[in-house]
C-alpha cells in the first residue's frame, strides 16, 4: 500500500476528476455570493444552494465575454469544469459562461444600466428640455452606410417636407463607437 506524500494524492485526485466526463463540461444552477472580480479580470466567487456551496473561478478570458454585471445573490446558471487546485488541495469550479436565470443577459445589462443612469439623475425632468412640433431641423448621429439613414430620410420627408436633415457620420459598432457617439452628440449640443 504505501505512504504517499501529499502532493501525490491530490495529484491522484486531481486526474480522477479529469477523467470523469460529467465534471468536463457541466452547467450548475446556483446564487452568487463574495463575487470578486479584481484588477487582472479574474472573478472568484461561490455558488451555492440551500445545502451546499462550490468556490468557482472565472478568468479573465473568459470574464470579458460576460454581458451583464453580476452581483452578489443573483441567480445564475454557470457552465464550465470541475477540477482540483492542487496547491491548496480543493476542488472548484473553473467557469466559461454565465447567464443569468430569469431575464437574458442582455435584458439585465439594460436594466442595470438604466439603474446605474437613473441614480445618476440623468433621467430626472430637470434635464429635459421640450422638443418643438414641428423642427426645421433634426441632427442624425448614425453610420453614414446603414440603413436606417434612408428610413429616417424618407419618414422625416414624409411627415415634414421642409425639415433639414444633418447628419453626423460615426462608427456604431467596435471599441470606437461610443467615444464617436458621444463627440456626435456633444457636437449637435
Known amino acids: 500500500m504505501g505512504i504517499h506524500n501529499v502532493s501525490e494524492v491530490t495529484n491522484y485526485i486531481k486526474r480522477m476528476f479529469q477523467r470523469e466526463p460529467v465534471l468536463g463540461c457541466i452547467?450548475?444552477?446556483?446564487?452568487?455570493?463574495?463575487?470578486?472580480?479584481?484588477?487582472?479580470g479574474h472573478c472568484y466567487f461561490t455558488l451555492k444552494d440551500a445545502a451546499s456551496a462550490i468556490k468557482c473561478v472565472m478568468f479573465r478570458s473568459r470574464a470579458q465575454g460576460l454581458r451583464f454585471r453580476p452581483e452578489n445573490g443573483m441567480q445564475v446558471v454557470v457552465s464550465g469544469s470541475i477540477s482540483v487546485y492542487e496547491r491548496d488541495g480543493v476542488y472548484q469550479l473553473y467557469a466559461d459562461h454565465m447567464m443569468p436565470e430569469g431575464a437574458g443577459d442582455l435584458a439585465l445589462a439594460f436594466e442595470q444600466l438604466k439603474a446605474r443612469l437613473a441614480s445618476e439623475g440623468l433621467f430626472d425632468d430637470?434635464?429635459?428640455?421640450?422638443?418643438?412640433?414641428?423642427?426645421?431641423?433634426?441632427?442624425?448621429?448614425?453610420?453614414?452606410?446603414?440603413?436606417v439613414l434612408r428610413d429616417i430620410y424618407h419618414v422625416s420627408k414624409r411627415r415634414w417636407p421642409t425639415v433639414q436633415l444633418v447628419l453626423r457620420p460615426v462608427l456604431v459598432q467596435g471599441e470606437e463607437a461610443a467615444a464617436q457617439i458621444a463627440a456626435a452628440i456633444a457636437f449637435f449640443n
Do not use: D, M
Open 27 to 40: 452547467q450548475v444552477r446556483g446564487e452568487l455570493s463574495n463575487f470578486r472580480c479584481y484588477a487582472s
Open 126 to 147: 430637470a434635464h429635459k428640455k421640450p422638443l418643438p412640433r414641428f423642427p426645421k431641423r433634426i441632427g442624425i448621429v448614425t453610420s453614414i452606410s446603414g440603413a
